[in-house]
Antibody
Framework: EVQLVESGGGLVKPGGSLRLSCAAS????????MSWVRQAPGKGLEWVGR??????????HYAAPVKGRFTISRDDSKNTLFLQMDSLKTDDTAVYYC??????????WGQGTMVTVSS | QSVVTQPPSASGTPGQRVTISCSGS????????VNWYQQLPGTAPKLLID???QRPSGVPDRFSGSRSGTSASLAISGLQSEDEADYYC???????????FGGGTKLTVL
């Protein structure tokens, strides 16, 4: 059974940093393209960024609002995806979901972890 | 400007057929496949339709998707109370080099 478990969320002040993790199991993580998707309270879904498999160069892509502040990485030896978030803004307050890809579709989702940016 | 647009709300009565539209651009829906997600209250989203019209395993055939030009639509036939949820379309956008989600449509079963 595919499982994605996010962790690392919490309360952080504007300008601060936070690192989210996503522990994956039930599939060959090293072959998977992975994304982060977020949802602000009461709002819709917003794609944050993705990382391709190492076989596809491990390339990363980011949404404009987070480019230069967020970094996606992966540790295939530990089946874990990361989202390093720096220079956080109040607009970054959201539930952050880790997802797997089937081509362009996000076919499996974690339960999400809440990030609150507030002074 | 790259935007994907959905109606904010839709409604229907049990047994009815409803459709939800999704409008994009030549760089998004016009060039790439559309995927649909269902988010039940208080839960994570779930993939409902991928590659414009493919149902993942376990999705009832009451749900169907289509794409034409720069628009797509999700149809739900034989509406049931458990279909009450938020529905999102999404597609890769070649000019943004990223995924665009529609704003979401809240479906109410009357």
């Amino acid at each position: 059974e595919v499982q994605l478990v996010e962790s690392g969320g919490g309360l952080v002040k504007p300008g601060g940093s936070l690192r989210l993790s996503c522990a994956a199991s039930g599939f060959t993580f090293s072959n998977a393209w992975m994304s982060w998707v977020r949802q602000a309270p009461g709002k819709g879904l917003e794609w944050v960024g993705r990382i391709l498999s190492k076989a596809n160069g491990g390339t990363t892509h980011y949404a404009a609002p987070v480019k230069g502040r967020f970094t996606i990485s992966r540790d295939d030896s530990k089946n874990t995806l990361f989202l390093q978030m720096d220079s956080l803004k109040t607009d970054d307050t959201a539930v952050y979901y880790c997802t797997t890809h089937s081509y362009d579709a996000f076919n499996m989702w974690g339960q999400g972890t809440m990030v609150t940016v507030s002074s | 400007q790259s935007v994907v647009t959905q109606p904010p709300s839709a409604s229907g009565t049990p047994g009815q057929r409803v459709t939800i539209s999704c409008s994009g651009s030549s760089s998004s829906i016009g060039s790439n496949t559309v995927n649909w997600y269902q988010q039940l209250p208080g839960t994570a989203p779930k993939l409902l339709i991928d590659s414009n019209n493919q149902r993942p395993s376990g999705v009832p055939d009451r749900f169907s998707g289509s794409r034409s030009g720069t628009s797509a639509s999700l149809a739900i036939s034989g509406l049931q109370s458990e279909d009450e949820a938020d529905y999102y379309c999404a597609a890769w956008d070649d000019s943004l080099n990223g995924v665009l989600f529609g704003g979401g449509t809240k479906l109410t079963v009357l």
